[in-house]
């Protein structure tokens, strides 16, 4: 007789993997609505139910696919790191990365298709925002803090205005026809960073 499996059993990272790529890669091609359910299957090479047993929408695994772009990306500083250190040493030494995945042709390719289902799948912005964009916001708000502790960020600093000029100058430049290669996207960055206190 045939032991049913367990439920508990561990998750076949390699199918994870295939199920991320192609839902990125059908995503960035085809836009959210040109990426079902069934279609990631088949380009992964697995069955839907695989798929269903890890994600119940595709909203939700586009927003975990998007992780896989960042893969490169230097992890942030945890609250107590950020809390001990030099703003200025945090971000010089996340520089490059950053201007990496800027200048990636991937990123680009993300920040309009995600921009452009805003409207039409709303559910994929905001489960972006909950599991990528808060967490991060939410570390970036505490960086510029202690570095207005320190004195480097205006004591009257509306943080989250800070945040949204940092983000909103990044994707205006992203989004431009002529992308800007690693160095000059380093140099902006750096540019951008300096302007609200973070770099000297």
Known sequence: MTRARSRG?????????????????????RGIDGASIEQIAKRAGVGKLTVYRRWSTKEELIAAAMETLFAN?????????I?????YELV????????????????RALVARVLGSAVSHPSLMATYWKHYVLPRRTLAARLLARARELGTVSADADLDVAIDMMVGAVMWRVLQPDTPDVAEMRRYLAAVYRQVGLLH
């Open 9 to 29: 059993r561990p998750r076949d990272a390699a199918a994870d993997g295939a199920i991320l790529r192609a839902g990125i890669e059908l995503f960035i091609e």
């Open 73 to 81: 990306e230097v992890p942030w500083p945890q609250e107590e790191v």
């Open 83 to 87: 809390d001990r250190a030099s703003p």
């Open 92 to 107: 010089e030494a996340a520089l490059l990365s950053a201007a990496q995945t800027a200048a990636a042709p991937e990123f």
